[in-house]
């Protein structure tokens, strides 16, 4: 199997035959490919029809999920069954363009990632747009990898780095920043966009709070997960050392001039640098414990490979 690509659907029953039609239009070029759609609990007809699609054709392999659990769910579902050798995810809503395919193919010989851009986006600009290209700014600033559009469905993986990923919450636009720390090779390639004509956007305006959160936390995880106790300890260590500069004075105050300290605000600061400071060095030291139960038990290796050569 060279090409899988997978499409998360959540209730688009009149969108998934011009689809599908369009898609086998552009892999019938392609030798061997499988389509696999993943039916994030859809409540229309959506099912029936990807049945269907698959009684037609063995290429067409349909997941079905129990209930709606989300797109990002609805990828590592995909993911997980998988058998190309690329893969590449796409919106089941026709905007994304199936044509773009080909070109992200050709992308993926010298990328591990190919990352579409959807530079003409036809979606809502005050809902849609303007929300997106503050968080794309916002997610190239704190993740260091510069991309113009996290959001885009259409991309291309090589196998390994979808098969080591886990993905929670709405993390599936964080997967190129993800990727980028393992030392993945990333490009982005502009990409059509079409306007929604069929259905309507399970989406809107809330997602930008989700995906704000969910940054924080790729950020932590990227910058904290293997090493807690620099990031708490070094915090505790400054906080703790101001402190006892605090205190330090105010003790000299007391004893060598005789000035009384007691109601001085100075004195609650010193003391409270001292405790939150002891505080995050043992949030470090628990995190240290984390990391260390974390990788152990998982057998996790806190490295990543690309290939092993002559063994
Ligand atoms: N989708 C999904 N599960 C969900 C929400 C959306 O599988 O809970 C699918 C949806 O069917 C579509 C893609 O994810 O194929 C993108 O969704 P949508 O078009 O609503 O997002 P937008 O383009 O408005 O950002
Ligand atoms: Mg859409």
Same mark, same amino acid.
């Given at each position: ?16 035959? #011009?689809?599908?039609? +369009? =898609? ?6 392609? !030798?061997? *490919?499988?389509?696999?759609? &993943? ?102 600033? #704190?993740?260091?990898? +510069? =991309? ?6 259409? !991309?291309? *993986?090589?196998?390994?780095? &979808? ?149």
């Amino acid at each position: 199997m060279t090409l899988s690509v997978v499409i998360p659907v959540y209730n688009e029953e009149d969108n998934i035959p #011009v689809l599908h039609e +369009r =898609l086998v239009s552009v892999l019938e070029r392609i !030798k061997d *490919y499988e389509i696999i759609y &993943v039916d994030d609990g859809s409540t229309d007809r959506t099912l029936e029809i990807l049945e269907g699609l698959q009684k037609r054709s063995s290429r067409v392999v349909v997941l079905s999920l129990r209930r709606n659990f989300g797109q990002t769910a609805a990828f590592a579902a995909g993911f997980d069954f998988a058998r190309g050798d690329v893969i590449i995810t796409m919106d089941a809503d026709l905007q994304n363009d199936p044509e773009d395919i080909p070109r992200l193919l050709e992308l993926i010989k010298e990328y591990d990632l190919v990352s579409g851009w959807r530079k003409e986006r036809k979606d809502p600009f005050f809902s849609r747009r303007l929300p997106s290209m503050i968080a794309n700014w916002l997610i190239s600033k #704190v993740t260091g990898v +510069r =991309l113009h559009d996290y959001g885009c469905s259409l !991309k291309a *993986y090589r196998k390994d780095i &979808v098969k080591n990923l886990r993905l929670y919450g709405e993390m599936h636009r964080f997967i190129p920043a993800v990727a980028s720390w393992y030392g993945v090779r990333v490009a982005e390639v502009p990409v059509k966009h079409h306007p929604r004509f069929k259905g309507r956007s399970k989406y809107g305006i809330s997602r930008t709070f989700k995906v704000l959160l969910d940054l924080v936390t790729v950020k932590f995880l990227q910058s904290f997960s293997t090493k807690p106790i620099q990031f708490f300890g070094s915090m505790g260590l400054l906080s703790s050392f101001l402190g006892f500069l605090i205190l330090l004075y105010l003790t000299a105050l007391k004893f060598i001039k005789n000035v009384p300290i007691g109601g001085r605000p100075l004195l609650i600061l010193g003391v409270l640098l001292i405790v939150v400071g002891v505080q995050f060095i043992g949030m470090g030291l628990l995190g240290e414990m984390l990391v260390r139960v974390y990788h152990e038990s998982q057998r996790k290796p806190i490295y990543v490979l690309k290939k092993i050569i002559g063994l």
